[in-house]
């Protein structure tokens, strides 16, 4: 398939399950699924070879996702995760992002491998927090795209990186709106 048209078949799906997920809507999911498996074959062409393990992780998140929102024991509300949990993620993902970065630059042509695991690996805890409905996913999605959007342009994915930096603003809306939502459960409105 022509890349031109993955990128934009890939982010026409993943513009909207972005944009979907910040409003706290359920249909976020599905769209990401294709989404995800177009990203998946676009970014193999490019030989981004995390962003396509991370898509494929995407995928089966997603439908996981799915499920935990759409449970008939209800929708579970927007709650935080403690400090100390969230800096061992993060201390996790950089270990992982070195070790990782560094058996795509040793053993593969990988472009760009320590900021490509680097992004896989804050992605992958951005999605569980979001998949958990935990306010700091946004935090966790403003680094992820800060680190993309530089890294999208220098493959010439220059569409990708510009839906990219709209998902960095989106990112810091969903962060405002998660923000209120979970304000008015501690204030039972």
């Known amino acids: ?34 989404g995800c498996a177009l990203f998946a074959a676009l970014f193999y062409q490019v030989k981004l070879y995390a962003e396509v393990m991370l898509m494929l992780f995407f995928i089966g998140t997603n439908f996981i996702g799915w499920y935990q929102w759409g449970r008939s024991s209800g929708v579970k509300a927007v709650t935080s995760a403690p400090l100390v949990r969230l800096l061992a993620y993060a201390a996790l993902a950089l270990l992982v992002t070195l070790l990782y970065g560094f058996v795509l630059h040793r053993f593969t042509d990988a472009y760009a491998p320590f900021v490509d695991s680097a992004i896989l690996m ?30 999208y342009f220098s493959r010439e994915l220059h569409l990708t990186a510009i839906v990219y930096t709209g998902f960095w603003f989106n990112a810091w809306y969903g962060l405002y709106l998660w923000r209120r939502l979970n304000a008015a459960k501690h204030n039972g409105v």
Do not use: C, D
């Open 1 to 34: 398939m022509n890349p031109t048209y993955l990128e934009y078949g890939a982010n026409g799906f993943y513009l909207l399950a972005v944009f979907l997920a910040a409003r706290n809507s359920i249909h976020t999911w599905w769209l990401g699924v294709i």
């Open 122 to 151: 804050f992605s992958v805890i951005a999605q569980f927090l979001l998949m958990n409905r935990k306010l700091e996913t946004w935090w966790f999605w403003l680094l992820v795209n800060t680190l993309a959007v530089p890294l």
